[in-house]
């Protein structure tokens, strides 16, 4: 037969078979759960490459294998990787298998969707694990599903082999706390997380480290609220809305000791910004949006979190910086830094945010209000998701699959 002829018997839309090759029928790939697919040199090559071995070589690998189980028909997986065994030796003998090529398609309730390691790692990050072993256990659940032969799987398989994988890692408690996550994701009432705490203790970067990790799209400040204020109350009617928190007191009608006044005025200004606080809260609640909410006009005591205990699962925490010598130095950096936000004030109005931060601290412990250190942002983060997922696993009814 011609190499003319030979094209004739091609399927339809295959590209012309490179000269010299016999036939050009697609052969199958049988995997031991009985799905076939088919043989891709491509697809053969960048595997090859992923494990180290050189283009040049992969190339002609492939190649070669095509050639050998040409009009087959179907071959089996194991005898693939076997020929490639033996045609690299020594520079494939201690490389994992080669993954037949494979798109997973994972059941949800609304159809299907093609798995992605990077879906999946987000996810994870609700267990409270850092992202670069979030990524490496959903490669580990990838390499899984492709050594199965899987061509789909439900979203509860998917979620039961992150739960084995997190349980051999790291225990049965880091994985409760995935699927716990999983199971509020989709709430009948909505999570709502609150951030409190003195100016520049780094709420707002911890909010959207927390916030971007757990999934959560509403990430609100109080400072959008007071501005809001500020624009409906002037500052003869609402004095203490148009100063910062540290000097909210100079321009409110407040009286007594230097410190007195501080935290009177402060008080004053949060007083008024909880109204907003709340609205905001109410609105996540009757949209059924998860939330999370940061700002120094969020105060202890002045939200009463058991009235949205019904319609919300509300937590409220303090973020502090409770070494002296660090915290200034925060500000000092800032202030060379960031010229543009007029951080220099801070360090000037550095006694007044401490005094406010010892008033906030003395709330937390009167009102049993969990306070977070906020030495790094990583460590904060964790410690935050933890705290929220802790707290819902105990609300949990969700029957966890047992460890193997």
């Given at each position: 037969m011609t190499e003319k002829s030979q094209s004739s018997v091609e399927e339809p839309g295959e590209i012309e078979p490179r000269r010299g090759r016999k036939g050009s029928k697609r052969v199958l790939v049988l995997e031991e759960s009985g799905v076939a697919r088919p043989?891709?040199?491509?697809?053969?090559?960048?595997?090859?490459?992923?494990?180290?071995v050189s283009f040049e070589t992969a190339y002609e690998t492939a190649n070669d294998v095509a050639d050998h189980i040409r009009g087959r028909g179907t071959v089996k997986r194991s005898e693939i990787s076997q020929m490639v065994s033996e045609r690299l030796g020594d520079e494939y003998e201690h490389q994992p298998p080669i993954p037949v090529p494979i798109t997973v398609d994972v059941q949800n309730g609304r159809g299907l969707a093609s798995f992605s390691k990077g879906t999946l790692s987000q996810s994870l990050l609700a267990a409270s694990i850092e992202p670069d072993v979030a990524f490496e256990v959903a490669k580990e659940i990838e390499a899984g599903l492709i050594s199965d032969g899987l061509a789909s799987v439900t979203r509860e398989e998917i979620r039961s082999r992150a739960y084995q994988q997190l349980a051999?890692?790291?225990?049965?408690?880091?994985?409760e706390r995935y699927l716990v996550w999983r199971e509020f994701e989709e709430p009948d009432k909505p999570v709502i997380l609150l951030l409190g705490g003195a100016a520049g203790v780094g709420k707002t970067s911890l909010a959207l480290a927390v916030a971007q990790r757990l999934g959560i799209r509403r990430v609100l400040s109080t400072d959008s609220i007071r501005n809001v204020m500020r624009l409906t109350l002037s500052s003869e009617l609402m004095p203490a809305l148009h100063a910062s928190s540290f000097n909210a007191h100079r321009g409110a009608m407040v009286s007594g000791e230097k410190d007195e006044a501080l935290v009177e005025g402060f008080m004053d200004q949060s007083r008024a910004v909880s109204v907003g606080a709340r609205a905001i809260v109410e609105r996540a609640i009757e949209e059924n949006t998860s939330l999370v909410l940061d700002g120094v006009s969020l105060v202890p005591g002045l939200i009463d979190l058991d009235a949205y205990q019904d319609s919300a699962h509300i937590y409220f925490l303090l973020v502090a910086r409770l070494d002296e010598e660090a915290f200034r130095g925060h500000f000092e950096l800032r202030a060379r830094h960031q010229k543009h936000r007029q951080a220099a004030r801070y360090v000037e109005r550095m006694n007044e945010i401490l005094a406010i931060q010892e008033w906030l601290l003395e709330?937390?412990?009167?009102?049993?209000?969990?306070?977070?250190?906020?030495?790094?942002?990583?460590?904060?983060?964790?410690l935050v998701i933890r705290h929220v997922v802790e707290s819902l696993r105990k609300q949990s009814v969700r029957q966890l699959p047992e460890i193997s």
């Open positions: 043989y891709m040199r491509g697809i053969m090559v960048h595997s090859l490459m992923a494990r180290g051999h890692r790291f225990g049965g408690r880091t994985a709330l937390a412990d009167r009102y049993q209000t969990p306070i977070v250190d906020n030495i790094t942002l990583e460590g904060s983060t964790l």
